[in-house]
């Protein structure tokens, strides 16, 4: 649940079947906090 | 940088270099991004924010990048796919504000310079459609 709950997505919602295993929501959150650490890096490069 | 763009003072070149940055972030996500959803969610409407961003620089005669970002990983599976649409519709829901906030601030300095912000004017559909892909 803490995992879901990083990148805001009901717990309910991930454990679908589009997400089913621990190590698939995992993978998810990874690229979506890397996706979003790539925007904060283009807007500090901008801003720099 | 982007916080600029919601200030009272923002002006044209916080537009344009805005509009620049996220150029080259989405010249180098998009595609991926889009091949992803190709495999795991070709129903999906997503549409494709690189020729609007890129209609908008015109419109402003700003520069395109020469250096895109690369994806932070290849999107390759559907929880890579998933994790990725998240972010970039997530990172749309402010888009609405924004487009009225410049509107207010610019005027007609950026009336036909909205396209990226504005996404058909349908946002929170997209949103909807990241939710309903994710259930």
Not at chain 2, 3 to 12: D, E, F, N, P
Not at chain 2, 21 to 31: D, P
């Amino acid at each position: 649940m803490a995992t879901s709950m990083v990148i805001g997505l009901p717990r309910k919602t991930l454990l679908r079947d589009k997400l089913p295993t621990l190590d698939a929501i995992e993978q998810a959150v990874a690229i979506a906090r890397q996706t979003f650490l790539l925007f904060i890096s283009v807007a500090e490069e901008t801003a720099a | 940088m982007f916080a600029c763009l919601l200030s009272k003072g923002v002006s044209r070149d916080d537009y344009v270099q805005a509009l620049a940055a996220l150029q080259r972030l989405y010249a180098g996500l998009e595609n991926a991004l889009m091949q992803g959803l190709q495999q795991h969610a070709p129903d999906y409407p997503y549409i494709p924010r690189l020729p609007l961003l890129h209609r908008d620089l015109a419109q402003l005669g700003g520069a395109f990048a020469l250096n895109p970002r690369l994806p932070p990983a290849a999107i390759t599976g559907m929880a890579n796919t998933l994790g990725t649409l998240y972010v970039i519709e997530g990172s749309m829901l402010g888009g609405t504000l924004l487009k009225c906030h410049l509107q207010s601030k610019l005027g007609d300095a950026v009336t036909d310079a909205l396209a990226f912000y504005g996404l058909n004017g349908n946002i929170y559909g997209h949103w909807t459609a990241t939710q309903n892909l994710a259930t």
